[in-house]
């Protein structure tokens, strides 16, 4: 993984500015209660100074709020151990859900709250987050407690050889086809739905701050998700089921 350059952000601009362009910023901004959105013109310096900040603390925070992490495309997936696949899947992806949508959810539906009788088709907007925010945990708990244990069970079984190995198996296509054409597919569904209704989070011409923030978070975590059900529809789950059917084929 390749880490940006860092970003320096300019003191003498305004929170709005910053947050335009650099849409993470704004969870720094809350924590301090810092205005961000179309009235926030004052200079951050200036605000800073008039609510006793640290500023060099904040400006930190906000630097480090800018960084984003590059993943390679040609990271070899499907070469790498089971056991390093779903420890990666539910420590890069099943963690950022757990703390990034609660935030999303909440984002957005402050903003929808306020504009929506200016823009009516955001309460949808709204309830197809609010879809993915119920979902997404429980799904995110069977998979850490029940799918991904078993894995790693098959897996060590088939590369173990030995001839108990193929008793191990309790026929994992079932729970994973629910998943991949159940769960998944509403998942993509839905994630469909919300590019349609955003003009693939493309805010309006005249769009505020809180607009343009809540199109971001929401692109954030579609490019999130549709990068982990890639892993596990096209790379983890068929080389799961592949392995099964050896074993009960050895059996």
């Known amino acids: 993984m390749k880490l940006t350059s860092s970003t320096v952000i300019n003191e003498n601009a305004c929170a709005a500015d910053i947050v335009k362009e650099h849409y993470r910023t704004a969870s720094v901004f809350r924590k301090y209660a810092i205005e961000y959105c179309c009235g926030a013109r004052w200079p951050l310096k200036m605000v800073l100074e008039t609510q006793q900040l640290n500023t060099e603390q904040v400006l930190a925070e906000l630097e480090a709020a800018c960084r ?15 056991d390093f696949l779903t420890e990666y899947i539910i420590n890069i992806h099943h963690a950022y859900l757990r703390k990034s949508l609660p935030v999303i ?4 539906t402050r903003f ?9 088709y955001l309460s949808e907007v709204e309830r197809k987050v609010s879809f993915l925010d119920k979902t997404m945990i429980p799904h995110l708990l069977q998979e850490e407690e029940v799918i991904f244990p078993y894995i790693r069970q098959i897996s060590h079984a088939y590369e173990s050889k030995e001839s108990y190995a193929s008793l191990l198996v309790r026929t994992l296509r079932k729970p ?28 309006p011409e005249n769009a505020c701050t809180s607009h343009r923030l809540a199109y971001s978070l929401i692109k954030e ?22 392995m099964e059917k050896e074993l009960l084929e050895r059996h």
């Open 68 to 82: 984003q992490v590059t993943i390679p495309a040609s990271l070899p997936y499907d070469t790498w151990s089971m």
């Open 221 to 242: 975590l579609d490019d999130d998700l549709v990068q982990h059900i890639y892993l596990e529809n096209d790379i983890l789950f068929p080389k799961a089921i592949s």
């Open 112 to 120: 929808v709250e306020e504009h929506r009788k200016k823009y009516p």
């Open 176 to 203: 994973v086809e629910d998943l991949m054409h159940d769960e998944h597919n509403s998942i993509g569904k839905t994630l469909t739905q919300l590019r349609e209704l955003t003009n693939n989070y493309t805010a």
């Open 105 to 108: 959810k909440d984002q957005v």
